[in-house]
């Protein structure tokens, strides 16, 4: 598991979209969406900052360092 | 599975049956001694693996149910280190191909065998991104 926790799953289940349609608005794959909601696969910068933006909240809002 | 998951799947098994099956006839048609034009059946390969890979991913891509088709960062990561093993089972390939000419292997052979050598890389870059992304499932 990677040390990067992150509120993702929170986040999209509350403005109910799917992995899917998440995936496809910052270009990712579902299976990368899913990968990084279950801590297996931590995002670059770029694409945490477009989960960010894209949720309206700030990068530490989503993430979080925790070992 | 996603797209590129499939579409790796499917460019391993068309080659390694097509072009198995392509190298398979050529060693028995040499053991025997009759050679049934390999060109055309070398240029007949290569259209079935292009016929096969180009209909297999109109199906993959028509049956899809992602949304985003594109290799995304974590596939592209994938994609680099299957490469770097694929490049370098390519280069020992190209050696080893090389090498057959101080065995006695005609030009021809040697040819092929440097088919064989892209063939080998080719299906070991899509076998370990299968790998690779199959771990981190």
């Known amino acids: 598991m990677f040390p990067i926790a992150n509120n993702v799953r929170l986040e999209r289940e509350a403005r109910g979209l799917t992995q899917s349609e998440l995936g496809a608005a910052i270009g990712l794959t579902r299976q990368t969406v899913a990968a990084i909601e279950q801590r297996r696969y931590s995002p670059s910068l770029e694409a945490a900052f477009r989960i960010a933006r894209l949720f309206g909240l700030s990068v530490d809002d989503l993430f979080r360092w925790e070992e | ?137």
């Open chain 2, 1 to 137: 599975m996603s797209f590129r998951y499939k579409s790796a799947l499917l460019s391993l098994t068309s080659m390694a049956l097509i072009y198995g099956w392509f190298f398979v006839k050529l060693l028995t048609q040499r053991h025997v001694g009759v050679l049934v034009d390999p060109v055309v059946q070398l240029g007949g390969t290569v259209l079935a693996v292009a016929v096969v890979q180009i209909i297999g991913h109109i199906i993959i891509a028509g049956t899809s149910s992602d949304k985003y088709d594109a290799m995304d960062e974590r596939e592209r990561g994938f994609d680099r280190r299957a490469t770097s093993v694929g490049y370098y089972l390519l280069i020992m390939g190209a050696l080893a191909a090389i090498s057959t000419l101080h065995m006695g292997a005609s030009g021809p052979y040697m040819g092929y065998a440097v088919v064989l050598a892209i063939v080998v890389a080719e299906c070991a870059r899509q076998g370990v991104f299968l790998i690779l992304h199959h771990r981190a499932a």
